[in-house]
Structures are given as C-alpha cells and as structure tokens.
C-alpha cells in the first residue's frame, strides 16, 4: 500500500503540473536566474560553481538552488520544458518524502497520506512548482523532508551519524532557500507531538524544564539559524530590497502581518483569487486587522487548551505561525504584501490539523471509514480540479499577469509585464496601452517610461523616445539602461558623437554592462574602424561568453571586412545558444549572398522571417537572393512588403 501510495502521488503532480512542459519562461525573475545569467546559461563546471557560492545576484546565499538552474541548462539548453520538469521532480519528490516522514514520525498511515496528498495537489504551491525561478522552494522542501525523516530516526534511536544527518539536510536546504532557518523551532515542536519526547500531562515546570533541555541538544542547529538568518538580512539591505520597507511604518507591517496569517488560512481553505503579485496596500483598515486578531487569538486558545488531548493541533498551529514568520514582511522585503509561495512548508501544519482533527472526528463519530475516504478523494479532487486551471495561467508572462490584473490585483509590476511581453512580440500598440496603466497607477514607473521610450524608438519616433527617457533618467540619473537607450537614439539618427558620449556615461557607471560595449562596436563598424569596433566587441563578449548580441555584431562586422569564414563561425555559435536570433539569421544569409551561395542565403532568410515576418532588412535580402535564383515574382513580393513596411529602426532592450 506504500508504494501506491507513492505513485498516486507522483502521478497527481504530473497531472496538474505535466502541462507546464509546454510553458514558456517568464520574464519575472526567470530572466535572472535563468534566461539572462550567462553564468547559469554556461552549465554546470567548476567555474560555475564557484560563482553560485560567492554572488550575491538574488540577493540569497542558495549554490544549490544556481547549481539545480546550471546543471539543467547542461542538460536540456534553453528549453523551458527541462527547467519546468526539474520543478515537477522535485515537488514530486517532496510530497512522497513528507508522506515518508509523517509515517516514520507518528506511525500514522492514513494521515501522513492525506497531508502529502494536499501538499502535492493544492493550488496554493503552483507558484513554488510552475514558476522555474521559484526552483528555490521545491529544492528546499526536498531537504526540509529528508531532514523531518533524519530526525525521526535520530529521536528513536539516536546516533552521532544520524545528528550529523539531520545537520547536513538542514544546511542543504539553507543553501536552497533561506527560509527553512525554522527547521529547528518545528523540530523542537515534533518533540512534544507526535515523538513524546516530553510527558504532555507533567506540571508545566516539569515540561518548561524538559523543553528548555531539548532546545538546548539543537543549539548547533539554532547557530546556524542565526548566521544564515543575518547573512540574508544583510545582502537583501546591501541589494536595497528592503527599500519599500521604509515606507511602510512598522505598525503597518504588524498590520499586513496579521491580516495576512488569516488571509492565508482563507486561502488555504478556498483557494480562489490566485495571483502572482499581490501589490502592497502599505494600510489596512482596522476593521480587518481587529478581526484577524481576533480570529488568530481564538484558533490559539483553542489549540492550547486541547494540547493535551489532541497535540497535534497546537503543533500544526504553532508549526503554521512558526515557518511563516521570516516571510510574513515585518521587515519588508519588495513592494508585495504577501505571496502564494510563501505557503509551501507553512500549510504542512494546516494539512496536520485538519488530517488528523478528522480521524480523530471521524472515529469520535463513527464515521464509516468509506465514507471519510470518499469525502477526502471529493476534496482532493477539488483541489487537482483548481491547482490544474490555476497552473494553466502560468503558461506565459501575459497570461500570468493579466490573469492577476484580472481577479482584482493591478499593479505596475502586472502592467509592465505584460507590455514587456507584447514588446517581445513587436505589438506596440498592446504594449503601449498596458504601460499608460502603469503609468497610471504611479507616473513615477521607470519601467513603464523607458519601456515607452523603446516602444517609440522601434516606431521611428525619436522625440517622443527622447522625452519618456529623459524624465526616467531625471528620475534616477544612475540607470544604464536608460543611457544606453538615449544612445540609441542618437545613433539611429546617425550623430555618432552625441551617442558616444551617452555610452562612456554608461560604462563610468558600470564598467561590466555590455550594451554599451556593443554599441560602441557597432558606431566603430559604421565609421569604418574596424580594429576599434572589434576591440569593444569582444571585450563585451569577455564579459559574457554567451551573448548572441556580442556574437551576432563580431559576425556582422567579419561580414563587413569579407571574412566570411571568421563571420559564420560567430553568427552560427550566436544560433546555437538562440535559433530565433533575427539579426544572426539575417547576417548569415548576408554572408552566404556576398559569397553568391543564393540558396543556402535564402533558407537562412527565411528562417529569419519565419520569426520575424516584419524584419524588413530580410526581406531585402531575401529578395536579392530570390532574384538571383530566377524567383522574380516571389522577390517581387517581398519588395513589395519591405516597401510597405518603411524605414527599419532598433532599440535595445
């Protein structure tokens, strides 16, 4: 029965979470760790990995969790499905462990079954699995479970080895995601219930006595909680992501705070209104903070009076409160007032209470035990029905945020994104009416204006471009991205000079950014320097091995000077780390016609414009090419489009 039970696990998560196979990367925060990180994007090798225990990128000491990322782009490249399976192994690993921990901890079959099943089909945890950047939370709770299991045997049977074993899933699981720093407070909770390490009817001397010692075996693991619990506060100061904090008072926070620990359980319960992005009400009203108190402080006092006879809610309760509380924003860390991933590990104690309470009910009330099980399979049912539908709204970024937009979470965060998004796509008219929202909901949105600036730079409207950038950068005169947009402007206007002047500014302010290295190389390709262009070029490249941007301007300006050998080798490894490349496409059909190989030009172009139908330099060329294969009326027709499509204009993202 065991090991159905496992497979009935496994195969529950793959039928919620199989169709993320099928989705996309999201350009929130998978950008980061995966989709702009050449350092992840180069595998998995010593290098590498000495990289993953130094940065300070996301803010969080996690190896493992970049070391997970890298050994799946060695494996499956940038194909999103692998990223996606990784999440769906792990989670799918970490419900059978936390039904293996559960049974070994309090012999329980049927319960520790039912809490594993809700913690492998509620909707709460489709962000932990569905989202490839949060591969944070499913590595995490890997080592969290074998470390619940590790403690099991070492509670029963003790052991120098099994402590060190309880110690090692710890510190793996902290270099996954620093929130399991309360591993050792739960631990100390499984110690009243259900390992009865302390005598539940002693005086309450006795059991403070008894307690205080058992804390006292786990101080090595309570150390360790603290180093990791500072290290995090200090990188996410130093990468100014407590900033919003300073504007939400500390009352206020306690505020959210409260209202949020309900909210949750709400959630827990019916979980509906999904989103990926709560935005910050910075005030509740009072009304909800009051009642929240209230409904926390009864559920407490409920649970504490029956601690003795049915511990297992007290410990569910306190295991709830307890594993939330580095997450629960007292000290605010982004612009969010909670979110749905936050709830991984913390409803394990929910699903305690509520397996238990109902075998405890069930057998109290004679219920039949067909009935209890129809009534748990309806349930989770229920539950795989919405964790299904809700994992569908993950299957790209404009899906995802629209649907948050949609179920009454507007934000600038939701905005941006999906304008990022049509962008992507060249529908700029999309994008632009989801960035006059933003702007909107904050007119101060830097996003929102340099986004609109690239929107009017790509359409040829440079003044326009100039004015959305301009007041960004007076915003926040450090952005170099917003520089280097500027320069792009001046460069597609041909005044070189006034565009170099905005890349030096950039590359004063952050000497590694490559854009403006790129660009530097490309004013260097047109002016005819080309010993200067191809010194900028590949310092970019240096900087980023794996930048098909850098590759793609090295072939092009290879193709410049005839070296059309030298150019294929740059744009084809430019192909191989994106197919999709348009510009690599379009200069290696290029290079293939300047050496009159018409045919081997045109599948290049037409690769080109199978991505990109509107690319009007491909069609161009392809119309040379076709013409020079005898294909006049099919040249003459992209002629015809390239006319009718206007004056090509660039901009960077």
């Known amino acids: 029965m065991t090991a159905v039970v496992c497979v009935a696990l496994v195969l529950a998560c793959v039928a919620i979470y199989g169709q993320t196979l ?7 925060d998978d950008n980061h760790y995966v989709t702009e990180n050449p350092h992840v994007q180069a595998g998995l090798h010593m290098n590498t990995v000495g990289w993953a225990f130094v940065t300070d990128k996301a803010l969080y000491i996690h190896p493992l969790t970049w070391m997970s990322h890298m050994l799946d782009c060695s494996l499956y490249g940038m194909h999103p499905w692998g990223h996606h399976l990784t999440n769906l192994l792990f989670h799918s690993a970490a419900s059978v462990l936390l039904f293996w921990a559960l049974r070994l ?10 809490v594993a099943a809700l913690f492998a089909v509620h909707p709460l945890h489709v962000e932990s699995v569905a989202w490839v950047a949060e591969r944070k939370d499913v590595l995490s709770a890997v080592f969290w479970m074998l470390a619940l299991g590790a403690y099991g045997l070492y509670a029963r049977r003790g052991g120098v080895l099994r402590y060190a074993a309880v110690a090692a899933a710890f510190i793996l699981g902290l270099m996954s995601k620093p929130m399991v720093v309360t591993l050792p407070f739960v631990l100390l909770l499984l110690d009243y219930w259900p390992l009865e390490q302390a005598d539940r009817n002693a005086s309450p001397g006795v059991m403070a006595r008894k307690m205080a010692q058992l804390a006292l075996w786990k101080t090595p693991l309570f150390l360790i909680t603290v180093l990791s619990s500072v290290s995090t506060f200090v990188m996410q100061a130093g990468g100014n992501n407590l900033a919003f904090g300073e504007k939400v008072p500390f009352v206020d926070r306690c505020a959210n705070a409260i209202v949020v620990y309900v909210l949750y359980l709400v959630k827990t319960l019916c979980p ?13 009203p009072m009304w909800q903070v009051a009642g929240a108190a209230v409904i926390l402080a009864a559920i407490t006092l409920f649970c504490l009076r029956e601690a003795r006879r049915r511990p297992y809610l007290i410990i569910g ?51 039949p035990r067909r009935a209890v099980a129809a009534a748990s399979a309806i349930v989770l049912a229920a539950f795989t029905v919405c964790a299904v539908v809700q994992t569908g709204y993950w299957h790209d970024s404009e899906t995802l945020f629209r649907h948050a937009i949609s179920v009454g979470h507007p934000s600038t965060l939701a905005y941006d994104n999906v304008a990022a998004y049509a962008m992507n796509q060249k529908r700029y008219d999309a994008a632009r009416e989801s960035l006059g929202k933003a702007l909107e909901l904050n007119p101060k949105d830097l996003k929102a204006l340099n986004n609109m600036g690239l929107i009017a730079l790509a359409q040829g409207h440079h003044d326009e471009a100039r004015t959305y950038l301009t007041k960004a950068l007076e ?10 947009n500027l320069a792009n402007i001046a460069m597609d206007q041909k005044h070189y000079d006034e565009a170099r002047i905005y890349l030096k500014k950039a590359l004063e302010l952050d000497p590694a950014s490559i854009n403006p290295l790129i660009n530097l190389g490309n004013i260097a390709t047109e002016q005819g320097h080309y010993d200067e262009a191809g010194e900028s070029l590949k310092k970019a490249l240096e900087i980023d091995p794996r930048s098909v941007s850098a590759l793609t301007n090295i072939g092009k300006l290879y193709v410049v000077q005839k070296r059309y050998e030298d150019a294929k080798n740059y744009l084809t490894k430019a192909l191989s780390l994106d197919p999709k490349s348009v510009n690599a496409l379009n200069n290696l059909g290029g290079c293939f016609l300047y050496q009159d190989q018409y045919e081997e030009a045109r599948q290049y172009l037409q690769r080109a414009l199978e991505v990109d139908p ?16 005898g294909r006049q009326a099919e040249a003459d027709a992209c002629t015809k489009k390239a006319a009718e499509l206007g004056k090509p204009h660039t901009a960077s993202p």
């Open 317 to 367: 309760w306190f295991w709830y409160l307890g594993t939330l509380v580095p997450v629960i924003e007292l000290v605010q860390a982004g612009d969010f007032s909670h979110a749905d991933r936050y709830t991984y590990l913390p409803s394990i104690g929910v699903f305690i209470m509520a397996a238990w309470g109902v075998a405890d009910l069930a057998a109290a009330w004679q219920v």
């Open 105 to 114: 901890l309090t012999g329980a079959f049927w319960p520790s079954a039912m």
């Open 272 to 284: 509906s209104g999904l989103a990926a992005f709560y935005p910050h009400p910075v005030t509740r």
């Open 22 to 28: 099928t989705h996309d990367f999201l350009n929130y």
């Open 614 to 629: 509107q690319s009007i330099s491909a069609l161009n060329n392809l119309a040379y090419a076709l013409t020079k294969l």
């Open 475 to 484: 915003l926040k005169p450090d952005q170099v991205n917003v520089i280097n």
